[in-house]
């Protein structure tokens, strides 16, 4: 069994930073891409930032520049550095990978239960 764990949300004031971590844990053979998304009250979820296993990265418009997407495969951990954050950052983030259980198996995709993000103004 696979589990995706975030942590690092929290309050912060705008113009200020976070760090936010997504842990993999579980029976795991390969993590190919990961994605950070968030959801805030009453707008559909958005796809934040994604890696891929091979290093390529995309970032939404309205991040780019101010967030920045980083893996450590050693660790299964993937992080989103936030920096700049703005009130309209405020959302529930929540971390997307697909995984494989086993080298025969097709990946599957998990996601964790998400982390609180405030930006105050």
């Known amino acids: 069994q696979v589990q995706l764990v975030e942590s690092g949300g929290g309050l912060v004031q705008a113009g200020g930073s976070l760090r936010l971590s997504c842990a993999a844990s579980?029976?795991?053979?390969?993590?190919?891409?990961v994605g950070w998304y968030r959801q805030a009250p009453g707008k559909q979820r958005e796809l934040v930032a994604v890696?891929?296993?091979?290093?390529?990265?995309n970032y939404a418009d309205s991040v780019k520049g101010r967030f920045t997407i980083s893996r450590d495969n050693a660790k299964n951990t993937v992080y989103l550095q936030m920096n700049s954050l703005k009130p309209e950052d405020t959302a529930v983030y929540y971390c997307?990978?697909?995984?494989?259980?086993?080298?025969?198996?097709?990946?599957?995709?998990?996601w964790g239960q998400g982390t609180q993000v405030t930006v105050s103004s």
């Open positions: 997307n990978a697909k995984i494989k259980s086993r080298a025969w198996l097709g990946e599957f995709d998990y």
């Open positions: 579980g029976t795991i053979f390969s993590i190919n891409a």
């Open positions: 890696i891929s296993n091979g290093g390529f990265i």
